[in-house]
């Protein structure tokens, strides 16, 4: 087929129709896991909330290919370019060797011993060593597989007689055998895999499919762009953050229009395009650059003599701490958590009294006993007090009095530490809280610039003082000038929910003084080197995340490392921090762990306001706005806007170097929905009739849902599906204020002005709701007919139904009930109106709860349930096939309307989730609609069973528990049933006594 342009204008999008959620989810939470392995981390980890490369992929593709009218073919298709078929997993590394192979084939029933014995062979080696000429390929005969493994001079191999495809074949076999989570934790990511290798493969299909002639995903991507719009597709993100978004578009040959309000995001974004993208000769080029700038520093310290000692051993980190006067005993303390320096080496700081002096000597001790290593991990600060021995008395005193904290007029709390002024880098004598350097860790003269060196740790000497002294009175000379030419940050901190922390518990005003001397030494010289060169800022951002006063010591096993400031989203002031000599700074200045994936197409990045008109045209908007974002994006930012904005390069010139708080958008209400609507009508009005918009947010609540329906409305928008992607993982929650999961929004121009009325609108939605689902149910039901162990689409995907079904309806009109819905969105919201739009997502939701109905339980059933028994069965069915996310039970909580679901879990952990059972209830929590529900009795009833009551008295209680019992026999018959089936394996005890109980209801004398 030749390609002609705009010849699918018309054609509905793939991700309009259908998207494998689950498979996307599995792939995205293992990209999050990769931490600092995803692709664009390496620029900078301390940007949070990156969204996935494989659900930006996901997304340009799902917008970009048609969808037919044979969905199973499209979905295969989408699967092979995804990597995420059963085919694809063999390439991407789930290999086994042939015997376990073998074994699992044999275990789930797909291999019968004719064709085992057809598939593999056996070799026999005369001895370990390889090639011995007596070596042998025996066939295999199955039922000597025992004595095969046991004997080491027999391995199960691949036959050599059988081609590459049959055993191709066989392995994907042994792909099946497995569920996908197994598959995509034992596999490697997409990304990782060389392009070729894992695509090569799935041209002919994809292009028997669609029509196509690609070999490569920009000849692809140019090909679907030109029948949809006529040309490349041009994508574009004007939220773009960390670049993720623009940064895959551009990788699979999308022409990118990428844009933030900050210039940090900018930068970063800018850089993934242009560093992660770059050529082979401009990769060289900035390398070459880079090495310039590293050696040119180093020979400056070196020069200087502040790094070196007089044997010739060079610093590689200094750990410094607070140290502070003990209001009772007036000695100087200093101040750490621990004194431990190193787990790995049973390395402690001792701390010697100094009577003349009334201070405490630090003392560096290697191999220490376990014991010494118990006590200096007491350290000297523990639960907010200073904490210390003296003449064997122990003196505590709360942090807070030696700050001298008190309460303002306002509430707030004030202390009595100096604000530092801006020609201050390190405390005056007089401060409450002084700073001392009280080790080093060298690295040994022998070793220096070697692959592997030696390192040990040692006290501070009069020379390495001496040197102090030298470094400080530098910075003293030179701070005003640097500071003038922008070398080093002038510019006051804002107070704000983050960075009050700064100035609360330091005293610190203005950025350069989260900065030792040594640091604002190091980096002005780094800074000086490479103030012109775009890519080289990238890495300096870098450079200034892992070398502050913020920077925490990790003295853990196996670590002895200085930590990143923004390993979380806080500034953290810690007592203690390490500061790294040029030779370790230099870690975090090279490319070594920055990939490489060239970007052949046009890019742009701007920093400019999201609400403000764009000025390029656009055909697909892929969109990941501030919507309830934890993340406090201007205040992080603050920190590295600090140094660079003084002298951007050329290439960063033209954007403004403010974080501009007052114009970020955030959080929820009028003067959000108002931002969101500029936004996406920016959007809208730069797309074409046929373009697309996919808006990422996070599902909370349904109001969420009734403030997008109205932000739609607003920017001339029609939603035409939704899609859920489970984004969560246990790690990234533990660092705090990660968004738990993804919707997806899909939506188009609305083109037409229609009218309808609330009664008309409900039966709408119902049969929306309906439609859509039994659409996803049939899919599911005839994927699996093909082969396919797991279902496509989950609960969560259904419910998700339901409210796309919604506000595809509700958006899809102007006017409802004679109200003008795009006026309405765009005036304030009356406080207390009647939120029409609001009852008809809930009532969607309702409907398609109704169709969630867990296998096992009759619709009369499940009818007669309260909201919590319904969440309790649906959750008890999911825990049954291994489902533990604490997303899964946050989503049925809200769909059911249990407002506290909490009670009814015995735990909550993100990943390891799971409701109470019997055992767990105890005799309590008969209060609330499960309290009072019949399923609580039954389980009241299992847990007296288990304790091993009498079965009258179990009986006797169970029908006092239940109103109208004689009524309720038959839901509780079916609980027992449901409940034993569920929990056979799980809780086999409280399976047994639900049949128990089945038996004593069904074969009660009545009357
Ligand atoms: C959720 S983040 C995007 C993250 C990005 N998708 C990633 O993977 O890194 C939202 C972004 O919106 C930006 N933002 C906030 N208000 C804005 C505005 N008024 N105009 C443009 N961008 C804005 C923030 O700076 C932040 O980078």
């Known amino acids: ?38 692709t664009l981390t390496a620029l900078g980890s301390y940007w949070k909330g990156r969204k996935p490369l494989i659900l930006a992929k996901a997304c340009v593709l799902g917008a970009l290919l048609p969808a037919t009218d044979n969905p199973e073919a499209d979905l295969e298709v989408f699967e092979l370019l995804m990597a995420i078929d059963d085919e694809a997993f063999v390439r991407r590394g789930f290999r086994k060797n042939p015997i376990k192979i073998y074994k699992t084939l044999k275990a789930h029933s797909r291999l019968n011993n004719q064709t085992a014995s057809r598939l593999f062979a056996v070799r026999w080696r005369e001895s370990r060593k390889f090639g011995s000429k007596n070596d042998q390929i025996l066939p295999f005969d199955p039922s000597a597989i025992d004595e095969i493994i046991v004997d080491p001079n027999k391995t199960l191999i691949w036959n050599p007689a059988i081609d590459e495809q049959t055993r191709l074949k066989w392995e994907t076999e042994f792909v099946r055998c497995h569920d996908y989570p197994t598959r995509v934790s034992e596999a490697k990511r997409p990304e990782e895999c060389d392009d070729a290798t894992l695509y090569g493969p799935i041209w002919d299909r994809v292009n ?70 770059a050529d082979e000769a401009t990769r060289r080029e900035i390398e070459a650059a880079q090495k310039a700038v590293a050696e040119a520093v180093d020979r400056e310290i070196t020069a200087l003599g502040i790094e070196h000692d007089e044997h010739g051993n060079r610093a590689k980190a200094y750990l410094y701490c607070l140290e502070t006067r003990c209001p009772h005993t007036g000695w100087m303390v200093p101040m750490a958590p621990s004194w431990v320096i190193s787990k790995t080496r049973n390395v402690v700081a001792k701390l010697i009294p100094n009577y003349d002096q009334k201070r405490f000597e630090i003392e560096i001790v290697s191999g ?102 030298k470094v400080e009175q530098i ?194 209400g009028e003067k959000f929905r108002q931002d969101m609507i500029a936004a996406y009508s920016a959007l809208a009005n730069h797309m074409p009739d046929n373009g697309l918009q996919i808006v990422m947010f996070t599902h909370q609540d349904a109001e969420v849902w009734s403030d997008m329906a109205s932000i739609m409305w607003g920017a001339g928008l029609q939603v035409t599906a939704a899609w859920y992607i489970a984004t969560e993982t246990t790690s990234e929650l533990k660092k705090g204020g990660y968004v738990q999961g993804t919707v997806l929004l899909v939506a188009r121009k609305r083109l037409q002005d229609t009218s309808a009325y609330r009664d008309e609108l409900v039966e709408e939605v119902r049969q929306e709701v309906a439609h859509q689902i039994e659409t996803m149910v049939g899919l599911n039901q005839s994927t699996q007919g093909k082969g396919r162990t797991e279902n496509l689409f989950e609960d969560a995907d259904l419910q998700m139904a339901g409210y796309a079904a919604a506000l595809r309806v509700l958006t899809g009109y102007r006017r409802i009930d004679g109200q003008d819905m795009v006026a309405a969105a765009l005036r304030p919201r009356p406080k207390g109106e009647r939120d029409i ?71 909550q952990q993100p990943n390891n989730a799971r409701l109470k059972n019997a055992l767990d209830f105890k005799k309590s929590s008969f209060e609330g609609e499960f309290g009072r529900s019949a399923l609580r009795a039954v389980l009241f009833a299992l847990y007296e069973l288990q304790k091993e009551a009498d079965s009258d008295e179990v009986m006797e209680h169970l029908r006092s528990l239940v109103p109208n019992y ?42």
């Not at 739009?837 to 096992?856: K, T």
């Not at 339980?857 to 291994?882: D, P």
């Not at 989503?891 to 059911?896: E, L, Q």
């Open 208 to 277: 028997q499919h669609l029509g196509t002639n690609a070999h490569s995903f920009p000849e692809l991507v140019e090909q679907l762009g030109t029948l949809r719009f006529g040309h490349r597709p041009r994508v574009g993100d004007t939220f773009c953050g960390s670049g993720q978004i623009p940064f895959e578009a551009a990788r699979l040959g999308c022409d990118v229009y990428a844009s933030d309000l900050n210039p940090i995001a900018c930068m970063l974004t800018w850089g993934a395009l242009n560093i992660v993208g």
């Open 368 to 469: 220490v006993s376990e014991a010494e290593m118990t006590a200096a991990a007491k350290g000297t600060v523990q639960k907010g007090d200073l904490v210390y021995v003296l003449d064997g008395e122990e003196y505590r005193t709360p942090i807070k009095t030696i700050r001298g904290d008190y309460r303002l007029p306002d509430g707030t709390t004030g202390n009595k530490l100096r604000r530092w002024e801006k020609h201050d880098f390190m405390p005056r004598p007089d401060d409450i809280f002084q700073e001392r350097l009280y080790c080093i860790q060298w690295i040994t003269a022998g070793t220096l610039g070697k692959s592997r060196q030696e390192t040990f740790f040692a006290s501070v000497t009069p020379a390495d003082l001496e040197r102090e002294r």
């Open 475 to 668: 910075v003293r000379e030179n701070l005003a000038a640097w500071q003038e030419a922008g070398l080093v940050p002038d510019m006051p901190i804002e107070p704000g929910e983050k960075t009050d922390e700064l100035i609360r518990t330091r005293g610190w005003t203005y950025w350069h003084h989260l900065f030792n001397p040594r640091q604002l030494l190091m980096l002005s010289k780094f800074h000086k080197h490479m103030i012109n060169n775009g890519s080289l800022n990238v890495m300096f951002s870098k450079l200034i995340d892992w070398n502050s006063r913020l920077c925490r010591w990790n003295s853990g096993e196996g670590n002895d490392k200085i930590e990143n400031l923004f390993y979380n989203q806080a500034y953290n002031c810690f007592f203690n921090f390490g500061s790294r000599g040029y030779s370790y700074v230099i870690n975090h200045w090279s490319f070594d762990e920055i990939k490489q994936f060239e970007v052949n197409n046009d890019w742009k990045v701007f920093a400019c306001n999201a609400t403000s008109s764009l000025s390029l045209p656009l055909d697909i908007g892929i969109t990941d706005p501030p919507y309830a974002d934890a993340v406090h994006y201007h205040e992080i930012t603050e920190f590295f806007i600090a140094w660079l904005r003084k002298n951007p390069p050329k290439e960063f010139a033209d954007w403004v170097w403010d974080s501009r708080r007052a114009l970020a958008i955030q959080g929820k």
């Open 966 to 1007: 004689h009524m309720r026999r038959d839901d509780l018959v079916a609980f027992c049933q449901y409940i034993a089936r569920k929990r056979e394996h799980r809780y086999p005890e409280e399976s047994s006594a639900a049949n128990i109980l089945f038996a004593l209801i069904r074969n009660e004398r009545l009357g």
């Open 1 to 38: 087929m030749s390609i002609i342009p705009l010849a699918w204008k018309d054609k509905p999008s793939l991700i309009e129709r259908l998207l494998p959620a689950q498979k996307i989810s599995a792939e995205a939470q293992k990209e999050r896991k990769a931490g600092a392995g995803q």
């Open 837 to 907: 739009v609001r009852e008809i997502i809930d009532y969607a939701v309702q409907v398609a709860n109704e169709h969630l109905v867990p296998e096992g339980i009759a619709q009369g059933v499940w009818e007669g349930c309260c909201g919590a028994e319904r969440f309790y069965l649906k959750m008890m069915e999911l825990e049954a096939v291994g489902l533990k996310k604490l997303d899964n039970y946050q989503n049925f909580a809200k769909a059911f309307r249990v407002g506290d679901y909490g009670e009814l879990m015995a735990s």
